[in-house]
């Protein structure tokens, strides 16, 4: 891995461990729904500019519905399980449960697409699962039933995460590859077509609460959806080109060290010994997950 690589890797760890930041300061004041929307307009916005000021030509070669349909597993129902979660969850809790993703994408592979589950696989499933169980069971915040929902609408999402990885292999990669910036161009168009009905429901049921924000509100959203998606998409393409995907994963291990430090510093969320030991288990598991097979020894 080269200096330049470990920067990007740095800086999109950095980039989504504060998108959970970001959340726990707008979804409180315009809710889950418009959060998500803004976030997914600003993001598709941002990767136009990308793409028109780059002159990426805009060829999607007969992949432009799969781009779509991808942004809606991948970035519209989890940034949307996220921001509900985001409402009762603090930010270092989300963080530590987004790297349940490598996890996910273990079982999903086994049921779903026919991937061996190697035992130290399985042994990193279930150790990751009792980092879950450590940290909910014995951190800071009570477990009630809303804090459960919370905690079930990450681990949801982190499914979707991990059957993303699958389908962009499906539908892109094992089709000829595609652009990274196109990909993740479509994507958040698709994202932001699959969440705008919600907003317009929404809008029916009562005013939505756009007066109630404020400067440092907006700027949290702008933020969010301009670094925390357009670039962050950007950075991980590039490390997938650059280190292929399994390496380009690693970032999983800094995200919630990001996500927990920044609460802390920010938001004044309160550190425990949960967040040690559960965030320890969950490291020990993806460390397990995704580390390189040893090579096997010659005759």
Request: aromatic content about 8%; proline content about 5%.
């Amino acid at each position: 891995m080269t200096a330049a690589d470990l920067s990007r890797m740095l800086l999109l760890a950095a980039l989504w461990g504060a998108s959970f930041m970001f959340m726990r300061v707008v979804v409180p004041v315009l809710g889950a729904v418009p959060t998500t929307v803004g976030r997914v307009a600003l993001g598709a916005a941002g990767l136009l500019a990308v793409v028109l000021l780059m002159r990426v030509p805009r060829d999607f070669r007969g992949r432009g519905h799969a781009t779509l349909m991808l942004g809606v597993v991948n970035s519209g129902l989890p940034f949307l399980l996220f921001a509900l979660a985001a409402r009762v969850l603090p930010a270092g809790y989300s963080a530590i449960l987004n790297a349940m993703t490598p996890l996910m994408g273990i079982l999903i592979g086994a049921l779903a697409f026919g991937e061996r589950v190697t035992a130290p696989k399985l042994a990193g499933v279930l150790l990751g699962l009792a980092g879950v169980a450590v940290l909910t069971q014995t951190g800071p915040v009570a477990m009630t039933a809303a804090t459960a929902v919370g905690v079930g609408a990450c681990l949801l999402a982190t499914l979707c995460y991990a059957l993303a990885g699958f389908l962009t292999r499906r539908w892109i990669s094992d089709r000829g590859g595609l652009d990274s910036r196109l990909v993740a161009l479509g994507s958040q168009t698709g994202a932001l077509l699959f969440t705008l009905p919600f907003l317009a429901w929404q809008a029916a049921q009562a005013p939505l609460p756009w007066a109630e924000a404020t400067a440092l509100v907006w700027g949290a959203l702008a933020i969010l959806g301009l670094a925390c998606t357009s670039l962050a998409y950007i950075l991980y393409f590039r490390l997938i080109a650059d280190l292929g995907a399994v390496r380009a994963m690693s970032v999983t291990f800094l995200i919630p060290l990001f996500g927990v430090l920044w609460g802390w510093l920010l938001l004044g969320e309160v550190l425990s010994l949960a967040h040690g030991v559960g965030g320890g288990l969950i490291a020990l598991a993806l460390w397990l997950v995704l580390r390189a097979p040893a090579p096997a020894s010659p005759r």
